[in-house]
């Protein structure tokens, strides 16, 4: 139980394009779900927390018009990288929560997207 | 502020010796304690967690880990490891914050096995 999918799982675009990520959750109800970034070898970052049927909440940081958080369902987020630039090539990773329980403390993290921006 | 230390960066153990990843932890309630493990490419798999009760919890794939309250850390043991355990290895920390909870990670373990 608890499965996070992620598409697509890589994605290339050119430069000033706009791609658009999908995270869904595939067996539980995800009222919470989150966006991380991932650098080579480096740690997860948090970019935003998104609640379904409300504005995403973003880090310091993070460009909200750059990076559009959309939690339409209780089951898919989905983030938008706009006017992508090479320097936003990145692993993106998703995660969600669920409202009780256990799922309510705990993240379960999709597979991750591999963006390259040429 | 809320922040977790996982002071070695690489670690090289040999298949079949026992390995330790040090965590530590700075958070002011009592803290939600996370290991995760992520292959290249791939996302991150949940080993244990740490909620409340008995301080050694038992993980998937062998491991386990220990809470210590008085040294805030919350180190990952394996007795036997594996080739396929190399990966890197993520501790986290749950921080409530208003309406929702945020994960906060540390810098990860990157563990190789050699033969």
């Known amino acids: 139980g608890a499965v996070v999918s992620q598409h697509p799982s890589w994605v290339i675009c050119k430069s000033g394009t706009s791609v658009k990520i999908e995270c869904r959750s595939l067996?539980?109800?995800?009222?919470?779900m989150f966006w991380y970034r991932q650098f080579p070898k480096q740690s997860l970052m948090l970019m935003a927390t998104?609640?379904?049927?409300?504005?995403?909440?973003?880090e310091q940081g993070v460009e909200k018009d750059k990076f559009l958080i959309n939690h339409a369902s209780l089951t898919l987020s989905t983030l938008t990288v706009t006017s992508a630039h090479p320097e936003d090539s990145s692993f993106y990773i998703c995660?969600?929560?669920?409202?009780?329980?256990?799922?309510?403390?705990?993240?379960?993290f999709g597979p991750g997207t591999r963006l390259t921006v040429t | 502020a809320q922040s977790v230390t996982q002071p070695d960066i690489h670690i090289t153990v040999s298949e079949g010796a026992s390995l330790e990843l040090r965590c530590n932890y700075s958070?002011?309630?009592?803290?939600?304690l996370f290991w995760y493990v992520q292959s290249p490419g791939q996302g991150l798999q949940l080993l244990l967690k740490?909620?409340?009760?008995?301080?050694l919890v038992q993980g998937i794939k062998g491991f386990e880990a220990e809470f210590k309250r008085s040294q805030s850390s919350f180190n990952l043991r394996k007795p036997s490891v594996h080739w396929s355990d190399a990966a890197e290895y993520f501790c986290?920390?749950?921080?409530?914050?208003?309406?929702?909870?945020?994960?906060?990670f540390g810098t990860g373990t990157l563990l190789a096995v050699q033969p």
């Open positions: 067996d539980f109800q995800a009222t919470t």
């Open positions: 958070y002011g309630a009592t803290p939600y």
């Open positions: 740490y909620f409340s009760g008995d301080t």
């Open positions: 986290a920390v749950a921080v409530y914050g208003g309406a929702t909870n945020k994960l906060i």
């Open positions: 995660s969600a929560r669920g409202d009780s329980g256990a799922l309510l403390y705990e993240q379960y």
């Open positions: 998104s609640n379904e049927g409300s504005k995403a909440t973003y």
